[in-house]
């Protein structure tokens, strides 16, 4: 019995863990050495993914991170045919009076394979002095899906690059809950760096 029960205990855990590693990390980020802050007061959210739908759902997520008011998606201003014609979406954003950009897309998505080890629990007397004896949990493999993004934002007036960042996403929920982990991971780089004003809880109202 008690076996089982211990058994049970290693498999919640390990269950716990998988739906909780959900997680972000930057392997690279640059920023422009040459260019002094910028304090965008206009700026535009755009997510050069294929489906309209994960195009308004990542525009929307980097919006809800950025202070009220300085941020738009760019789908309220571009079609899906004028975001892939750069010449023709620069002009549009630099005539409804955009000064800055934040792009998202994605790098890959793929799964990767990993190894967990098994784990021996040792005895445990009753009381009754009697000893159960060891259990073994056996390794697993377990599939992890991991996403890669490039996070870039321009000055529109020089169209110069002035930040540009890759994550990757462990197991991500959906892909919603993706682009608001990137998003504000990235917010924090900037504002760290200036680049961008603190927003303190912006966005908190819409989660």
Request: hydrophobic residues 40%; contains cysteine.
């Given at each position: 019995?008690?076996?089982?029960?211990?058994?049970?205990?290693?498999?919640?855990?390990?269950?716990?863990?998988?739906?909780?590693?959900?997680?972000?990390?930057?392997?690279?980020?640059?920023?422009?050495?040459?260019?002094?802050?910028?304090?965008?007061?206009?700026?535009?959210?755009?997510?050069?993914?294929?489906?309209?739908?994960?195009?308004?759902?990542?525009?929307?997520?980097?919006?809800?991170?950025?202070?009220?008011?300085e941020a738009i998606p760019s789908?309220?201003?571009?079609?899906?045919?004028?975001?892939?014609?750069?010449?023709?979406?620069?002009?549009?954003?630099?005539?409804?009076?955009?000064?800055?950009?934040?792009?998202?897309?994605?790098?890959?998505?793929?799964?990767?394979?990993?190894?967990?080890?098994?784990?021996?629990?040792?005895?445990f007397p009753t009381f009754l002095?009697?000893?159960?004896?060891?259990?073994?949990?056996?390794?697993?493999?377990?599939?992890?899906?991991?996403?890669?993004?490039?996070?870039?934002?321009?000055?529109?007036?020089?169209?110069?690059?002035?930040?540009?960042?890759?994550?990757?996403?462990?197991?991500?929920?959906?892909?919603?809950?993706?682009?608001?982990?990137?998003?504000?991971?990235?917010?924090?780089?900037?504002?760290?760096?200036?680049?961008?004003?603190?927003?303190?809880?912006?966005?908190?109202?819409?989660?």
């Amino acid at each position: 019995m008690k076996g089982h029960i211990v058994r049970g205990l290693a498999f919640t855990t390990a269950l716990v863990a998988l739906t909780a590693c959900a997680s972000t990390r930057f392997t690279e980020t640059w920023r422009n050495p040459n260019i002094a802050p910028e304090h965008f007061r206009k700026v535009v959210a755009m997510a050069v993914v294929g489906p309209a739908t994960l195009r308004r759902v990542a525009e929307d997520e980097i919006v809800r991170t950025l202070p009220a008011g300085e941020a738009i998606p760019s789908y309220q201003v571009l079609s899906d045919a004028e975001i892939r014609d750069p010449a023709q979406a620069l002009a549009r954003l630099r005539e409804a009076g955009f000064d800055g950009a934040i792009t998202m897309r994605v790098l890959s998505d793929q799964d990767k394979v990993r190894y967990v080890p098994g784990t021996t629990f040792p005895d445990f007397p009753t009381f009754l002095g009697y000893a159960w004896p060891p259990v073994y949990d056996p390794g697993y493999y377990v599939t992890d899906r991991e996403v890669q993004v490039e996070t870039n934002v321009y000055a529109l007036p020089s169209q110069q690059l002035i930040w540009s960042g890759v994550s990757r996403t462990q197991n991500p929920a959906n892909f919603g809950a993706m682009a608001r982990e990137v998003a504000k991971g990235v917010r924090g780089r900037l504002e760290s760096q200036g680049i961008l004003q603190a927003c303190g809880d912006c966005g908190a109202g819409n989660s």
